[in-house]
């Protein structure tokens, strides 16, 4: 009885060696670790910009309902009525059904430079809906909009996870059969094994699940230069702009003279020992020359 169940552990163990990388490479890679952003193994849709309908999938051959598309979209909004277009944002993502990953704000209403830089999780079913809703907040300088099928990863991970459960029935049936410490030894850790590959399988599961239920949404609003909550003083004429540009020009003039006289005087001892310097090196050059002209030779004037 003891060889027939180690014989079935080890024919049971070796299949499910080779099974499983098979699996694993069926599904793009054997990483521990779920990347959306990998484009191998993977189908894309794509979302026009200008496009108003659903997205068109690249195999038809799926029943669309049974599709997982994670969806992205970008937008810059330029807005003459700041304040009130945040607002309505977040009016519509409670419509919607949404909510905020992260938000981050910088500058200031007042002075007519705030922005908001927006990450928004969208039911994906809404998102056509939540698009249409974005002119009404401005201008849009910028919009991408995309489309990654995962389904093919996703009904693989499915299958694994199936497959992987299956193996944990039979090894706990097997345990039960285990009459040695060494046999018991060997199943548990095989159980465990299949169980962290099933903890992992589950993640990556969840995490498509969750990628294709929510579209997400990267929205900044930037507060346009025409909004009317710029402070009055920002709104200068040419000519007290002229005004202040003059007298800032003739108080940086009357600094540097200021300097350029503080710098004088702090130089003024050294600029006089220089000068006294000088002058006695002058002053003995000029006895020098009159004593080698005092002791020359008179010239021979008959010559």
Excluded at 93 to 118: C, D, H, M
Excluded at 216 to 245: C, K, N
């Amino acid at each position: 009885m003891r060889n027939k169940l180690r014989l079935c552990f080890i024919a049971f163990a070796l299949t499910a060696a080779l099974l499983l990388p098979a699996c694993s490479a069926s599904s793009g890679g054997d990483s521990d670790y779920f990347a959306p952003e990998s484009t191998s193994d993977m189908d894309f849709v794509y979302i026009t910009e200008a496009g108003d309908g659903p997205a068109a999938v690249s195999n038809p051959g799926q029943a669309p309902s049974d599709r997982k598309v994670i969806r992205k979209a970008r937008y810059e909004i330029l807005c003459t009525e700041y304040e009130a277009a945040l607002g309505r944002v977040n009016e519509e993502i409670e419509r919607q059904q949404g909510y905020v990953q992260s938000a981050e704000s910088s500058g200031s209403p007042s002075k007519g430079n705030a922005s908001t830089f927006l990450v928004l999780r969208i039911p994906s079913g809404r998102l056509n809906e939540f698009r249409g809703f974005i002119p009404s907040l401005g201008e849009i300088s910028y919009q991408r909009e995309s489309g990654e099928d995962v389904t093919a990863q996703y009904f693989d991970t499915e299958a694994q996870l199936k497959a992987l459960r299956a193996q944990e029935e039979r090894i706990l049936s097997f345990l039960e059969q285990a009459e040695t410490l060494d046999e018991i030894f060997q199943i548990e850790e095989e159980l465990k094994r299949i169980r962290i590959e099933i903890e992992r399988l589950t993640t990556v599961r969840k995490q498509l699940d969750d990628l294709s239920s929510f579209a997400t949404v990267e929205l900044q609003l930037i507060q346009s230069q025409a909004d009317e909550t710029i402070e009055p003083e920002q709104r200068a004429v040419f000519g007290s702009r002229f005004g202040e540009a003059f007298g800032h020009s003739f108080r940086l003039f009357t600094e540097v003279v200021e300097r350029a006289i503080l710098v004088l005087i702090w130089m003024l001892p050294y600029l006089l020992l220089a000068g006294l310097v000088v002058s006695a090196c002058i002053a003995l050059s000029r006895a020098k020359r009159r004593r080698k002209a005092k002791n020359a030779p008179p010239q021979d004037e008959s010559k």
